[in-house]
């Protein structure tokens, strides 16, 4: 069965870096996109960074020049790397995954599977 499990999660100060990872199983699944999602408190969620079969990264407006999203296809890791990272990207990062080529940042619904979270805290 298909099992994504994220952290790193942590509490930084405006400014700092992080690298959440999201260890996946996808057996079966021969084509995939893999994303990245937040959920703010009070907010929808929304779509940060994705990645194709294929190695094509996507970003968000917000996220792009800051993060960067890459996937290690031995160690089955998917990375999300943040910089400069500012108190409106506080929330709950998701890693999701999609059996299909079309790879965008959307904001989710199309992806068919979830890991549980990682919480992301910046604060002063």
């Known amino acids: 069965q298909v099992q994504l499990v994220e952290s790193g999660g942590d509490s930084v100060q405006p400014g700092g870096s992080l690298t959440l990872s999201c260890a996946y199983s996808?057996?079966?699944?021969?084509?995939?996109?893999m994303g990245w999602f937040r959920q703010a408190p009070g907010k929808e969620r929304e779509g940060v960074a994705s990645?194709?079969?294929?190695?094509?990264?996507r970003y968000s407006d917000s996220a792009e020049g800051r993060f960067t999203i890459s996937r290690d296809k031995v160690k089955k890791v998917l990375y999300l790397r943040m910089y400069n990272l500012q108190p409106e990207d506080t929330g709950m990062y998701y890693c999701?995954?999609?059996?299909?080529?079309?790879?965008?940042?959307?904001?989710?619904?199309?992806?068919?599977?979830w890991g549980q979270g990682t919480r992301v805290t910046v604060s002063s």
């Open positions: 990645f194709s079969s294929g190695d094509i990264d």
């Open positions: 996808l057996p079966g699944m021969l084509t995939s996109c």
């Open positions: 999701a995954v999609r059996s299909s080529s079309l790879c965008l940042v959307s904001g989710g619904d199309e992806y068919e599977y």
